[in-house]
């Protein structure tokens, strides 16, 4: 083992930097400096990260570090494999744009919390990098919770609003409850393997005690951070009432975590039962389809987002669904398409979703709102977050040239080559749902862009906004930038993921080379070129003539009416109106109309439209409400009173060593 | 090399024809003379001469829509197969551009559409992503069961794959796949049941609401690249459902054009026999459509 160029080591550093960075702050006598340092040694950190990602791929094997510490559950194991690398590139370039991002977006002269949110920040993206490297029970769980917990002190910077505590709250429950039942899988993972260290890759028999349960615990913990449907209801109000630039971490990146989760137990085992790769496809699914079909309708900017993550995730889980059949019927090209598509769209979602997030900082930072439809006109005021945003949202709809093309173009070709090989092609059926899913994206992203940034403001502070500064914007810039070269050069995401489909997917070269050769990279870099520059040709073409030909300026043509108004104007909700009532029960929301009867000239009155989170309004909140009056009278043993206190402790030992002996 | 040229001029020059025949047709079904077949032709010298308005409340979204959603569309022309023979650009897996290709122009025509700020304009956005979203699981179904028939990725194959002898092997499924596409053709195109391409102030307009605010060149390119999204996707239709295949290579290319000239006729047909559906009834029919290709895919499974 050289020291010297080992990847391990310059990801420890990283993440110890991360970690660090916000410390020095708490010490100036000016807060301002210290998030400055703070952000510089993040983007330090992160470049250094980067660099030993690019030293992995160029296959560098980065050592095994393990470190005897004095807690009684073995020793702490670091390590870095294939895996890992799919969820640390993403980290440290959004982890790097979000610190710049934050200089600007929440300036410690300015905000109240900037101590405590540069502080968290940097652990919240240092325990990600250990989550990922940890190879031993109880070091990861402390990083989960590390991780778990700076997500809800970065959450709850702004405490003043009810709305906040509402949704830190849920979000407070619902990992805890998630870690429960990551606390009794890895326990019972113990019991089977009789250490804390993570069993190498494929060695767990299925007929090991409590497979099952070890599976659908995780399933359960992983999956409720993962948002992935039903346990996505603590989701969309976490991710709207975070800061910006943490929704964009927590989108991005956090529960990208859930999904290494999922991955990493299921790489344990030997063998998978056959119902697990049909259970995920199903979730996914259901994921996609309901969380897309939510966004459609919301009127809040980011809701909206939070939505799409989970469509997001629900696209990612398609993928692995799709593998884990392929697994079991011994269809090579769903594995390798099945998982290609998954950990492409994993890199993808994390770019443009951190992207949109970022630009929906800088929409609220100049509204100071975060209501769509009382926006409008934007892309005059701010041009260049306009076109970022614009690049953003045609790259998670999927479409060409951009990246989120290239994840779902494999999705598509496993799942018909699926329709083609497969006496019965069960697993094709995604193609049309991912179609269906892709016509509500450009439904939610057309009106996203569209009534936010087009026609006329529809609110006064909507026209007096400007644009965002260059610390802002920079970072949206090298985001935007990366969705582009990856969806003009899909190549590049092809190369990154090949190895770990190889060695995940246990795929043997030659079948891998088989199967990529159905997918159209190169092509697709070639259509790709021809799509822009016939686009620059007949762009020139028309500038050509409209130099040579008269030009008029007036007001929009709205059949011969003389004073429209900017309120006149069609709005988001109105926009998706008529496919919500299509979508009826998956959607359902909540109108209350105005009584207009009887009344010549009608009195004012108020129409109310919302869309609701149904398992959270309508299931969980009910039955806690019921669960905290039931169990009301075990709080008469919390009354403040300190020495009583000490006598619980005191009892509670003696009970548990007479219990013992 | 003969056959990339011909394939290139074929997909340039005859489509605004299409929009000819269209209209004669129903002229003649009106007891008109009509416009002369070359009409569109006429038009769109016109509209490249003459000068724009614009809003004072567009910005370079609305000046890019129609470029964007003619380039995408000439990138389809390409990768369709045309009249029996491979076309230009065929690579595996190019089915999933071209359905994508649609997607992006549909993209960049509704935010050019919702820049005008026109409360009009935002309702045929809205009619537009709706209905589109409906018709998207239709040609994925369509394309699964071709692929499956022909064992192939590429469009070009699963195109020229249908034959006399597959329609006699598998012509249930042939003949739904043939309806599900005619409709989609129809729905695609804001042709009549959906849409009325003729009118232009009616609150039941799709396409044509979308691009009121358009002018001079611009409007040029919008009608030319609604010809030519016609012509794509009717060449997919004649594909499957017109599989007539000589083995003389100038023989096809007349086939085709007669072929896309019958199906503008009948475009024309059904145009002049059925009146617009009620809003509402539409994402039935889309829906209908979907099951029908659907059932296409079962048929084949068997």
Known sequence: ?661 | MTDIIIHCLVALLIPPLLLGVIAKTKAAFAGRVGAPYLQPYYDLYKLLRKGSVFSETTTWVFRAGPIVTLAATLIAALLVPLGRHASPISFSGDMILFAYLFGLSRFFTTIAALDTGSSFEGMGAAREVTFSCLTEPTLFFALITLARMSKSLNLSTILTHPSPTAWLADGASMLLLAAALFITLLAENSRIPFDDPNTHLELTMIHEVMVLDHSGPAFGIILYGAALKLFVLGAVFINVALPIATGNALADWGIFIVAMLGLAMTIGVVESVMARLRLVRIPQLLVGATILSAFAMLLVLR
């Open chain 1, 1 to 661: 083992m050289t020291i010297s160029h080992d990847p391990t080591l310059y990801l420890l550093t990283a993440a110890t930097m991360l970690a660090l960075s916000g410390l020095p702050g708490l010490f100036f006598r000016s807060p301002a400096s210290g998030q400055r340092a703070a952000a510089f040694t993040a983007v330090i950190a992160s470049l250094l990260g980067v660099f030993a990602i690019i030293t992995l791929l160029e296959g560098t094997p980065g050592a095994d570090w393990q470190i005897d510490w004095p807690l009684p559950f073995g020793p702490a194991i670091f390590s870095v494999d294939q895996l890992s690398t799919i969820f640390l590139l993403p980290l440290f370039l959004v982890t790097g744009c979000v610190s710049v991002y934050s200089l600007a977006y929440w300036p410690a002269r300015e905000q109240p919390g900037a101590r405590k949110l540069t502080l968290f920040l940097g652990l919240f993206a240092a325990a990600m990098v250990v989550v990922v490297l940890a190879r031993s029970s109880v070091l990861f769980l402390m990083a989960w919770e590390v991780m778990a917990l700076a997500a809800y002190f970065l959450l709850t910077t702004d405490m003043q609003s009810s709305e906040i505590q509402r949704a830190s709250t849920v979000y407070l429950i619902t990992t805890h409850t998630g870690t429960m039942a990551l606390l009794v899988m890895f326990s019972l993972l113990r019991g089977a393997t009789g250490t804390f260290a993570f069993p190498p890759a494929h060695t767990l028999s299925q007929a090991v005690p409590f497979a099952t349960i070890i599976i659908v615990a995780a399933l359960l913990g992983f999956g409720s951070k993962a948002g992935l449907m039903p346990l996505h209801f603590w989701l969309p109000g976490a991710h709207a009432n975070a800061p910006s630039h943490v929704s964009a971490m927590m989108s991005g990146l956090m529960l990208k975590m859930g999904v290494y989760g999922i991955l990493r137990t299921l790489s344990f085992f030997e063998a998978l039962p056959v119902w697990l790769g049909w259970l995920l496809l199903l979730l996914g699914v259901w994921s996609a389809v309901n969380g897309i079909a939510l966004a459609t309708g919301q009127r809040d900017l980011k809701r909206l987002l939070a939505y799409s993550s989970i469509e997001n995730i629900g696209i990612v889980f398609i993928g692995i669904g799709l593998a884990l059949i392929g697994i079991q019927t011994r269809s090579p090209y769903l594995v390798v398409c099945g998982f290609s598509g998954a950990f492409i769209h994993i890199i993808n979602h994390a770019l443009f979703k951190s992207l949109l997030f970022m630009g929906s900082g800088v929409l609220i930072h100049g509204t100071g709102s975060r209501e769509i439809d009382r926006m409008g006109g934007l892309a005059r005021r701010m041009p260049l977050t306009s076109t970022l945003f614009l690049i953003g949202a045609l790259a998670i709809c999927g479409l060409p040239p951009l990246n989120g093309f290239v994840g779902e173009l494999f999705l598509y070709i496993g799942a018909i080559m699926d329709g083609i090989n497969s006496p019965l092609p069960l697993a094709a059926l995604v193609a049309p749902i991912l179609a269906l899913v892709g016509g509500l994206a450009v439904i939610t992203f057309v009106k996203l862009y569209g009534i936010i940034f087009l026609g006329s403001p529809r609110s006064d502070s909507a026209s007096l906004c400007h644009e965002a500064p260059a610390l802002m914007t920079g970072p949206m810039v090298v985001l935007a930038g990366s969705c582009l070269i990856a969806g003009m050069a899909p190549s590049l995401l092809v190369r990154l993921v090949t190895p770990v489909v190889e060695s995940y997917g246990n795929v043997a070269k030659s079948v891998m080379q088989q199967v990529t050769s159905q997918v159209p990279v190169l092509p697709l870099t070639i259509a790709n070129c021809m799509l822009i520059i016939l686009g620059l040709g007949i762009g020139a073409l028309y500038l050509w003539r409209l130099r040579k030909l008269p030009l008029a300026f007036g007001s929009t043509w709205v059949c011969g009416y003389p004073a429209p108004t900017p309120r006149m104007q069609y709005t988001g909700t109105s926009f998706s109106e008529s496919m919500v009532n299509l979508l009826g029960s998956l959607v359902a929301p909540y109108r209350r109309k105005p009584a207009m009867d009887g009344v010549i000239l009608p009195q004012k009155a108020r129409f109310i439209y919302e869309v609701s989170e149904t398992v959270l309004d309508q299931v969980l909140t009910p039955i806690f409400l019921w669960i905290g009056s039931a169990f009301s009278y075990i709080r008469r043993l919390q009354h403040g009173q300190l020495h009583i206190y000490m006598l619980y402790i005191f009892i509670t030992l003696f009970v548990l060593m007479l219990w013992s002996h």
